[in-house]
């Protein structure tokens, strides 16, 4: 008598293999997040080289060649993506344990720069600490790390985050910290984007209704008090609100009108990428905080819907990403997700808002895009966590193990 054994047919295998190759797949990392993300940073790349390629001309730049930041940001852009995917390798909870020290280290580091002689300055403000090889601005290191801490804090105060003097207070103090190193900088953009990320945080975790609008309300009048007992804010104020007017136009409000001349020049279509005059001396800093400008005279207003698009895109991925993580139980994962997004859509908001008119000249960057080795390092470091996240998603999601 024989066993009847089961047979399995080559379409039953067939049918086998697709499915582990389906399975392996949807494990896989958000590739179209890397490309965004690659194609903002090359974007960006090509952009600078277009908006620094005449600064050799000028006396400042004479021992520089044109190709000189195209280089320097070409070597950003390696040392940052190999940055990134070493940070991806960290999981998610030695993230966690590792936030609250990360942030203390950086206020140390905030310290150092107010120390002269280790602090270094450019045009009048202090924010730099020089390693000869490369400039590290401790400001930046402060946005990804108090998304982290914010992330962090919150999770470990859950229970008692209604209360002023356990939950809220002790934040409020540790940012009023930072916000009193930056402003000595001073850097009081760099300031209003950490604010920003931590509200937001503290919101989105739950925070007393009534403390955080006590405190919103607090931060918009330390900002006007700060305004209004700085002589020169007070006059980059009202230089922003008419900056036609003569004195504006040739003072505070210089690089605001070139910039608005930059993109009424560009018209729908721009007037061809490299063909931007303003660039050509006219508009100071047009490599790094105004490099939108030129995108808006070279590409016109297609090329900077495709910056928008792009940035908007990536911003609504963070939150997603956030979301899922915390359906999922993942709440400190979630928070920093949303913590990250945060900070790349209210950097890069200011930084469009400033280059079209709708802010008053602030000095910070257009996130992945501008000149800059502090700037895209941190921001890679920060959307690798963010990938390594939504990694982490997807593994739990089909059963595994981080």
Known sequence: MKLALPSFSRATATKAVGSLEQ???????????????LLLMLFGMVMVYSASISLPDSPKYARYDNAH??????????VSLFAGLLAFRVRIETWQKLAPYLFVGTLILLIMVLIPGVGKGVNGARRWLSFHVFNLQPSELMKLFVVLYAADYTVRKQQVMHKLTKGFMPMTLAIGF?????LLEPDLGAFGVIVC???GILFLGGINGIWFGGIGATLVGIFSLVIVLS?????????????????????KAYQLSH???????????????????????YLPEAHTDFLLAVIGEELGFVGVLLVVVLFYWLIKRAFEIGRQAIAMDMTFAGLTAKGIGIWIG????????VNLGLLPTKGLTLPLMSYGGSGVLINCIGLAILLRIDYENRVLMRGGRV
């Not at 930072?178 to 930056?182: A, C, P, S, T």
């Not at 008419?242 to 040739?250: G, K, S």
């Not at 209210?346 to 808002?353: E, L, P, R, S, T």
Request: net charge positive.
């Open 69 to 78: 930041f195209l280089t320097r940001q070409a070597m950003f852009i390696c």
């Open 346 to 353: 209210v950097q890069a908001f200011i930084n469009m808002g």
């Open 231 to 251: 002589p020169w804010r007070r006059e980059r104020i009202f230089a922003y609100l008419n900056p036609w007017e003569e004195n504006n136009a040739l003072g």
């Open 178 to 182: 930072v916000g009193l190193l930056l």
């Open 259 to 281: 910039s608005l001349i930059a993109f009424g020049r560009g018209e729908l279509f721009g007037v061809g990428l490299g063909g931007s005059v303003e660039k050509l001396h």
């Open 197 to 199: 990320i931590a509200m």
């Open 23 to 37: 399975r392996s797949k949807m494990m896989a990392y958000d590739q179209p997040l890397v490309w965004v993300v």
